[in-house]
């Protein structure tokens, strides 16, 4: 017969407490709501008449049901204010890309004729905050909840980000197929055949920069759970 320790059969959340980690301290209530409202204040304003409804929609219903998953789960399973502020930052880029269409973004057709380039690149951009902002989500997730440490999380922080990657690229394909032509405003490839390939390379590589650059003060806000677990 097999026999399980209490921390295993009692789930992760009794794992957690049985190696020590203290409990996560989210952000406060009143800026708990000033997030919302950001959040909310951008979904609406980039519902005011955008390019294309459709293709809105698309972009946006990420933060239409993420918005109510964190809340919902907010006393139970508080997340980082680092985690918080990445989420909301994130999901403005969403909903100012559904907006415009990420090839037609006014801030990256700035950019575009300041640098001289040939494209607009707030699509570019959107993927390296595909990897950023997930790369923590996951991290954090997995620190929390499972005995994994450092390296395997990273590890597979990096690996979550990509599968995110060629999963949007399997949905925009998908959408080609069906839509046609109709489907161009949301592909944004803007006649570049690597298109692809860039958004999947740019999302490894805004995971990576998210791991190297936020591991520090993500550490500090778990209360040193990394430490603990090694």
Not at 66 to 87: D, E, I, S
């Amino acid at each position: 017969m097999m026999v399980t320790g209490p921390s295993c059969a009692a789930g992760p959340a009794n794992f957690r407490h049985s190696m020590g980690m203290p409990t996560v301290r989210g952000v406060s209530p009143a800026e708990g709501r000033v997030l919302v409202g950001v959040t909310v204040a951008g979904l609406v304003l980039s519902a005011i008449a955008p390019k294309s409804y459709g293709t809105w929609a698309l972009e946006v219903i990420w933060v239409l049901a993420g918005l109510p998953l964190v809340l919902f789960y907010r006393k139970r399973f508080p997340l980082t204010r680092l985690l918080c502020w990445l989420l909301v930052f994130h999901a403005l880029v969403l909903c100012y890309g559904g907006h415009y269409t990420y090839a037609e973004t006014p801030l990256g057709a700035w950019f575009q004729e300041w640098l001289g380039t040939s494209r607009n690149h707030y699509d570019r951009f959107a993927h390296v905050v595909q990897g950023f902002v997930p790369a923590i989500a996951v991290r954090e997730l997995l620190l929390r909840l499972t005995p994994l440490g450092r390296g395997w999380t990273a590890f597979l922080a990096v690996c979550v980000c990509a599968t995110i990657s060629v999963g949007f690229e399997l949905v925009e394909w998908g959408a080609a197929l069906a839509l046609g032509g109709a489907a161009t405003d949301f592909l944004g490839t803007q006649g570049d055949i690597w298109d692809t390939q860039w958004d999947m390379f740019l999302c490894v590589c805004g995971a990576l920069l998210a791991l190297l650059l936020l591991r520090r003060v993500h550490d500090r806000q778990l209360d040193a759970a990394v430490q603990v677990r090694q």
